[in-house]
């Protein structure tokens, strides 16, 4: 199994970016993603994001507002991104500065590629989720 983790700060309350990157039925289509449907509310409920490569289907496994993090799984096996038994876990932490560090951490066994292709790739993904978060909250 091989874990890949990213760090980043984003210049916002934690509530704020809370409410932007804790909200697993927020996702919008952009930067590759055609479309998103979502089925059922909270743990349990599945994200289906359309990609032109086909779609990738998450479940929400846990959820927890007061510690500000969540996780959650690829449960369907023709996922076309190069991860099999992928889980990630996004969480949130207050800076005495009024700043949100965010960690980002999935684990997954790579399928197709090397190791390192597929960590490269899931730390792009998280780094884009990040960096959007960032530029929507910081310029508001």
Request: with cysteine.
């Amino acid at each position: 199994m091989t874990e890949t983790k990213v760090v980043e700060k984003i210049n916002a309350s934690l509530d704020l970016v809370w409410s932007n990157l804790g909200n697993f039925a927020g996702l919008k289509p952009g930067s590759g993603i055609e479309s998103v449907d979502y089925k059922g509310e909270g743990v349990g409920m599945i994200r289906s994001i359309h990609l032109s490569i086909g779609t990738v289907e998450e479940r929400l496994d846990h959820y927890d507002l007061e510690a500000k993090n969540y996780s959650y799984s690829i449960i369907n096996e023709d996922c076309p991104l190069p991860f099999l038994n992928y889980s990630a876990t996004v969480q949130l932490l207050e800076n005495d500065d009024n700043t949100t560090t965010v960690e980002w951490t999935g684990r997954f066994e790579p399928k197709g590629i090397e190791e390192s292709q597929a960590q490269t790739m899931a730390n792009n993904m998280y780094s884009n989720a990040i960096n959007g978060a960032r530029l929507e909250l910081e310029s508001s």
